[in-house]
């Protein structure tokens, strides 16, 4: 029978208000942040998971808190489900990216093809690194944990990457507003299905 695993983004930050760039930095939630992560709380009454998995950043851990309010689920921290790591444009914005790295690499940045996944700005993860890392450790828990039904909160470029590989008819960048929920199933015989 296949597990069902609804991802869900990160409520905003201040950093996402003004477009800077997070991935590892730790940047807590914002009021609207808190607001849209209870809007989740009527989510997981209507769709009850069995357990919440979360990066181990603030501003997931603290959505994961909130939207499991209600429901009660256990939860289980892991920094595997962390956003890419940036390197060296974690902390700008992205029209400081663009002047001091030029629209070229940025393109290639946020290419959802995979052929580009092999990029990474200095100090960062490529595509396929972070992939591996996420993939690996998502894998291992639906392969080795007894559920029917689990949440993960993480993070917006992740995301996507994640549901790009399990789709790659997806020729746009598929929209990850802060708090949305995309459900994928997983079995043994077919892996991660979107």
Known sequence: MPK?????????????NIQRLQGH????????GRKQAQSLQDF???????VILTSDLSRAQETAQ???????????????????KLGEIEGLTY????SQHGEEK????????????????K??????????????ALEKFCR?????????????????????????TLTEPLPVPNCSVFTVQWSEEKGFIF
């Not at 997981?44 to 069995?50: H, Q």
């Open 4 to 16: 069902i695993i609804h991802l869900f983004r990160h409520g905003q930050t201040d950093w996402n």
């Open 25 to 32: 930095t730790d940047i807590p939630l914002n009021d609207e």
């Open 44 to 50: 997981f009454v209507k769709n009850p998971v069995e």
């Open 66 to 84: 909130i939207a499991n309010q209600k429901l009660a689920a256990p939860y289980l921290i892991s920094p595997d489900f962390r956003e890419v």
């Open 95 to 98: 029209e400081q990216v663009l």
């Open 106 to 121: 940025w393109k290639r940045w946020q290419s959802v093809n995979p052929a580009h996944f092999d990029f990474a700005f």
């Open 123 to 136: 100090d960062g993860e490529t595509g396929f690194q972070a992939l591996a890392r996420f993939t690996s």
């Open 144 to 168: 080795e944990e007894s559920f029917t039904t689990a949440g993960l909160c993480t993070h917006g470029l992740m995301m996507r990457r994640f549901l790009h590989k399990l789709r790659p």
